[in-house]
């Protein structure tokens, strides 16, 4: 067994500080683009090969833990996820289904509710697909060319897309963190979703509302007259969406979204050859270049800290302190937030929410059973959180997707993703103001028994 370590978490507080740092500095300088500076995959390089120091045993033990982490099952499919937005994103801009679908909508939606309904059709679509990276690779190019058509700011809608995304990825009962939290917690889906919505509605409420002002004040000011637009460049966004209804692998929504929109391209512009539609494609690889790099090296020096142990230490000291807040058994709000804070803590380390909740299950079923916790309230919380927290990473793949797509700073993206933020904050208030009995019944609990 892995013997719990503080200093195995150092990497990451390395990486941080130098990416984090080192962009505060250049903005300090007015220096354009500061973030960009020194590259994420470059300043990570560092923490890296301190973790590969700490690490114990031969030093091709050490390089083949960290390799396995980069080969991660879900660290790959995200490679592949980005590979084929990006694809996606620069063959339907090419064929000009990012400005007919822009002036489509800006055709038939008032522009007071353009960025509501941004959220509104984001949140629908990622609850529909249950993965927030799909919903964001279809919808963030169609933010961006509503930005460059209208006077909302770019990080307004980008943000808008990243919440509305994140919304339905904390919902979805397809989804990867609901079926990690629920078989972790032995509860049904549905009264899981039930828990969900009651702490997720009033925040997107409030982001509506927030949009709503946010738009119309933006809106009111200067907007460029909807343009004319063919349905037929808009239908390879329609069936992407659609097929993401039916439950199609992502993967294969993606793919069938590049042939059919290079197939459109082929059809209607005389000057666009497979050639074209090569180099699109290729172009669209290349543009996921930084963040691809990223994610692997991220999952590289995640596995080298929980084989290091920091991951287990940083269970152990959030339930520590919560063992303070609990020390006569009848206190669930201590319970609460040690299961919350733990799933935070961790995802901050693995910048992966539905690892963060694998890695945090056992325990936080121990806390629940010891604490009083309804086991259907631990599973909301712990998606709940390792969403409010995948959402606000400006290493997370959310962010990174989306600032890719974009063209902004990732840490200036993460500021302006209210719904997370909002989110967070009802979360927080749920645990503060719940009134609880002296305990959960074992009962009512016994659920958790039949995992």
Same mark, same amino acid.
């Given at each position: ?130 993965? %927030?990276?799909? /919903? !964001? *690779? =279809?919808?963030?190019?169609?933010? #961006?060319?509503?930005? +460059?058509?209208?006077?909302?700011? &770019? ?19 397809? %989804?990867?963190? /609901? !079926? *990690? =939290?629920?078989?972790?917690?032995? #509860?049904?889906?549905? +009264?899981?979703?039930?828990?969900? &919505? ?22 009111? /000011? ?230």
């Amino acid at each position: 067994m892995t013997k719990p370590s503080a200093l195995a978490l150092s990497p990451l507080l390395l990486f941080l500080a130098l990416f984090v740092g080192s962009g505060l500095w250049y903005q300090s300088r007015g220096i354009e683009m500061a973030f960009y500076q020194i590259a994420a995959p470059v300043a990570i390089l560092p923490a890296i090969a301190l973790a590969i120091f700490l690490a114990r045993g031969s030093l091709n033990s050490r390089i083949e833990t960290f390799i396995r982490g980069v080969g991660d099952h879900t660290i790959i499919t995200m490679v592949l996820i980005y590979l084929l937005a990006g694809a996606f994103a620069s063959v339907a801009k090419a064929m000009g289904g990012v400005d007919a679908t822009v002036n489509f909508g800006l055709n038939v939606i008032p522009p007071a509710l353009i960025l509501p309904g941004l959220f509104a059709i984001t949140a629908f679509v990622a609850t529909a697909m249950g993965t %927030s990276m799909g /919903t !964001i *690779a =279809a919808i963030a190019p169609i933010a #961006v060319g509503i930005a +460059d058509a209208t006077a909302l700011p &770019l990080l307004l809608t980008a943000g808008a897309v990243i919440g509305g995304a994140i919304f339905g990825d904390n919902l979805s009962i397809i %989804s990867d963190t /609901t !079926i *990690a =939290a629920t078989r972790t917690q032995g #509860v049904e889906m549905r +009264d899981k979703f039930r828990m969900n &919505l009651r702490i997720a509605l009033p925040a997107a409420l409030l982001t509506l509302v927030w949009l709503y002002f946010q738009g119309r004040g933006a809106t009111g /000011t200067a907007m460029t007259a909807p343009g004319d637009y063919e349905l037929i460049r808009v239908l390879p966004y329609v069936a992407v969406l659609g097929m993401a209804l039916l439950g199609v692998n992502v993967l294969l929504v993606l793919f069938a979204g590049i042939l059919l929109a290079g197939a459109i391209g082929l059809g209607t512009q005389p000057d666009y050859t497979l050639a074209s539609l090569s180099r699109d494609i290729y172009a669209g690889y290349s543009g996921m270049q930084e963040i691809l790099i990223l994610s692997l090296l991220i999952g590289g020096l995640g596995a080298m800290m929980k084989a290091g142990g920091g991951l287990a230490w940083l269970a152990q000291f959030i339930d520590r302190i919560s063992r303070r807040g609990n020390r006569d058994g009848s206190n669930p709000r201590a319970g609460e937030l040690g299961i919350s804070a733990m799933v935070a803590a961790t995802n901050i380390c693995v910048a992966n929410n539905t690892v963060a909740i694998l890695l945090n299950g056992e325990l936080a079923k121990d806390i629940a059973k010891r604490y009083g916790v309804d086991p259907r309230r631990a599973a909301s919380l712990l998606d709940i959180f390792s969403c409010v927290i995948q959402g606000l990473l400006p290493y997370g793949a959310q962010i990174l997707l989306a600032s890719s797509l974009a063209g902004v700073s990732p840490l200036t993206l993460a500021g302006n993703i209210q719904y997370c933020w909002l989110l967070g904050a009802s979360a927080v208030l749920s645990i503060t103001l719940a009134r609880y009995r002296h305990s959960f019944e074992p009962a009512r609990s016994a659920a958790v028994e039949l995992q």
